[in-house]
């Protein structure tokens, strides 16, 4: 009887919204999923699901690194699939943003996820084959108000793993993005908070 390999992937931000449904759904059919939560109350509920579940804070480049090696090394060296998803929404018109925010707005929902991107190419290059998924959204085609700071991370996001998809043409390893539009999830509320902090609400035209 032939022996079929299980599948792995490694998903991103599965405390709620896009990740958890997708560790969910990977999970029952049939893929070994590593879903990673920054909060440690997340990471303990993603473990009584049964999830092998990580540490990683895309703006932590030692996190990032950490959870790569764990997962290689929980796996033989090799991976599947990885799907980059984990992200938060700063809110605010672009003449309020204090550029040091937008600066953390990019470090968590671009340069983590490059980091992370790097990290992982050369085991699927040394396997032969992978998968990079990166969640996107419809914000890195179009342009809302007050959504500049979101919507700047995904456009930049779209170009340079459009580039990396070019790059590997000659391999095995694919390159996607998928581009949501408004779905259930926790995004404006987790929002809120980083809104509120952020802005000088009171003093914005």
């Known amino acids: ?13 599965c405390s ?3 990740g958890e449904h997708c560790a969910q759904v990977l999970k029952a059919e049939g893929w070994r999923v590593f879903a990673t939560a920054r909060k440690p109350e997340d990471i303990k509920t993603l473990k009584t699901q049964g999830f092998e579940t990580f540490y990683l804070d895309y ?34 018109a672009v003449e309020d943003v204090p550029t040091d925010v937008l600066r953390a707005q990019f470090e968590a929902n671009f340069f983590g996820w490059h980091t992370l991107t790097r990290a992982i190419v050369p085991a699927m290059r040394k396997q032969g084959h992978g998968r990079i998924v990166h969640c996107s ?4 085609r179009v342009a809302l108000p007050f959504r500049g700071p979101y919507a700047a991370t995904k456009f930049a996001l779209e170009g340079l793993m459009l580039c990396l998809k070019l790059e ?15 779905v259930k999830s ?8 980083h809104f509120e902090n952020n802005i000088d609400i009171e003093a914005s035209p």
Do not use: W
């Not at 959204?137 to 890195?140: A, D, E, F, H, W």
């Not at 590997?168 to 993005?177: F, G, P, Y």
């Not at 926790?186 to 908070?193: G, V």
């Open 1 to 13: 009887m032939t022996h079929i390999k299980q599948r792995s992937i490694l998903i991103t931000g």
């Open 16 to 18: 709620s919204g896009i």
């Open 59 to 92: 703006t932590d480049e030692n996190s990032i690194l950490t959870c790569i090696a764990e997962v290689l090394a929980a796996t033989g060296g090799t991976l599947d699939a990885v799907f980059n998803n984990g992200a938060y929404a700063q809110a605010g």
């Open 137 to 140: 959204s419809i914000l890195g």
């Open 168 to 182: 590997l043409a000659d391999t095995n390893i694919s390159v996607s993005l998928i581009e949501p539009g408004a």
């Open 186 to 193: 926790k995004i404006a509320t987790n929002a809120l908070p």
